[in-house]
């Protein structure tokens, strides 16, 4: 089959790959020169393990096409993704303009049947209005039809989330349509569950809002867990093994970040209102959320003596999660900010977010590792759970630190261990553990 990406992020340049690794003819468009300029040169806009090898292999063999002219890809294809960002606008809304502009650039192109699948997070009706835009903007009566088709990948493992994903949601005005996706990712051999356009664009929503519900409960049931002598690392296995609950997505910490979750549930939450239903379950979600990080460095102050004036605090970890040089909404963004206000110096390591973290922090003092950026401090933070720092020599670090105060932000320490080489170890949910190993 032909087929057109429109938008090469995460979600249009890894579904545009893989189509075309399973033999499809693929054209990736992108309205940004430059992007598409790097992509022809081979180099990746975005970082993500596996995807320049994926790239290459694909365009070596002619399957993979990455261009401008949208409208020339349309009249090419049969099946046309629309991969654009819908970010959101300063009320919580997302902003819609790419997808309208999509749309509009769509119907130039439709010189034949087409199938326009949306697999950018849209608010639920958001394929009525394609349809619509459309509609009003083809040359001619030339018909098409438009499916939802959510995206679940998850950046990091963005390729192995898309070739094996949990399931394929089609949602698709007609069977006949659902067919001619169903006949695309057929190669997956994945489950496939066809509803209508609206529920399918309902469970994009919902599954974020979920899984972001699940890891502020864990988070809540954590400041518990310090206010009544639990451990919260004992108490997300114990729930987990319930096959209801299951154990995924309950890791406490410093909260939910990236381009999704936050996003997403506050558009959910901006939906529910518009209709009528104040979504208060979700809300709060969004506000644990938000306190997290709050909680974390009051707790940081205190052991600071009651200010972070003239202190020196190193942060480990910058990226919203690991594996990933993405700050989109990282927790590390709101800790930073709230520090050099109340007048810390911050030393910050991450293996690969810097460059992008100097693009909002361009005055702080990056270092070539987290020993350089643990030297001299007053303190130290985990704030991303990068592999690299668990296992680091934590003699070393503590013997280059001016204090050996540590404040784990994402659990990834032995509390028993690290107090005995002499760290004053503070971490989430964990006031047993701590005790324990006093
Ligand atoms: C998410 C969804 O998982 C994916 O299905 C969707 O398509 C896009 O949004 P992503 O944002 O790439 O993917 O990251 P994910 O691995 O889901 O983590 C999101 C955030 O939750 C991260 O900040 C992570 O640190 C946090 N998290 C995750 C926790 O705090 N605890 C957990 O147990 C799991």
Redesign the pocket.
């Given at each position: 089959m032909n087929i057109c990406v429109i938008g090469t992020g995460y979600v249009g340049l890894v579904t545009g790959c893989v189509f075309s690794d399973l033999g499809n003819e693929v054209y990736c468009v992108d309205n940004n020169p430059e992007k598409i300029a790097m992509l022809e040169r081979g180099e990746m806009p975005i970082y993500e393990p596996g995807l320049e090898e994926l790239v290459k292999r694909n365009v070596d063999d002619k399957r993979l096409f990455f261009t401008q002219d949208l409208r020339k890809s349309v009249e090419r294809s049969d099946v046309v993704f629309i991969a654009v960002g819908t970010p959101p606008k300063p009320n919580g809304d997302p902003d819609m303009s790419f997808v309208s502009a999509a749309a509009n650039e769509i119907a130039a192109g439709l010189n034949r049947y087409k199938v326009i699948v949306n697999k950018s997070t849209v608010p639920v009706g958001t394929g009525n209005l394609v349809r619509e835009i459309i509609e009003k903007n083809r040359p001619n009566d030339v018909n098409f039809d438009v499916v939802s088709n959510p995206?679940?990948?998850?950046?990091?493992s963005a390729i192995k989330?898309t070739l094996e994903p949990d399931r394929i949601v089609i949602g698709a005005p007609n069977q006949v349509v659902a067919m001619k996706l169903l006949e695309l990712y057929a190669p997956l051999e994945r489950p496939m569950l066809i509803t209508d356009v609206a529920s399918a664009e309902m469970i994009k929503y919902a599954?974020?809002a979920f899984?972001a519900t699940?890891?502020s409960f864990?988070n809540a049931i954590a400041n518990i867990c310090e206010a009544v002598g639990a451990d919260i690392v004992q108490v997300i296995k114990g729930m987990g093994s319930d096959s209801r609950i299951g154990p995924?997505?309950?890791?406490?910490?410093?909260?939910?970040?990236?381009?999704?979750?936050p996003k997403d549930s506050s558009a959910l939450a901006q939906t529910a209102e518009k209709h009528g239903y104040d979504f208060t379950l979700l809300k709060a979600v969004m506000e644990v959320n938000r306190e997290q990080p709050k909680r974390f460095l009051n707790r940081l102050r205190t052991e600071l003596g009651g200010t972070f004036e003239g202190k020196s605090v190193g942060v480990l970890g910058l990226a919203?999660?690991p594996n990933?040089d993405d700050m989109r909404d990282a927790?590390s963004v709101d800790i930073i900010t709230d520090l050099l206000s109340e007048g810390a110096s911050i030393s910050a390591y991450d293996p690969i977010a810097m460059e992008n973290t100097r693009k909002i922090f361009p005055h702080i003092r990056y270092t070539k590792n987290a020993y350089e950026a643990a030297h001299g401090m007053d303190a130290l933070l985990i704030v991303t759970e990068w592999n690299e720092f668990k296992l680091l020599d934590m003699e070393r670090i503590k013997s280059v630190m001016k204090t050996p105060l540590l404040f784990d932000g994402r659990n990834i320490y032995d509390p028993a261990k690290l107090r005995k080489i002499g760290f004053n170890y503070h971490c989430i949910g964990r006031t047993t553990a701590t005790l324990l190993s006093k």
């Open positions: 995206e679940f990948l998850r950046e990091g989330d599954s974020n899984l699940k890891i864990s995924a997505f309950l890791n406490a910490g410093l909260g939910y970040g990236g381009s999704c979750f919203f999660k990933t927790k």
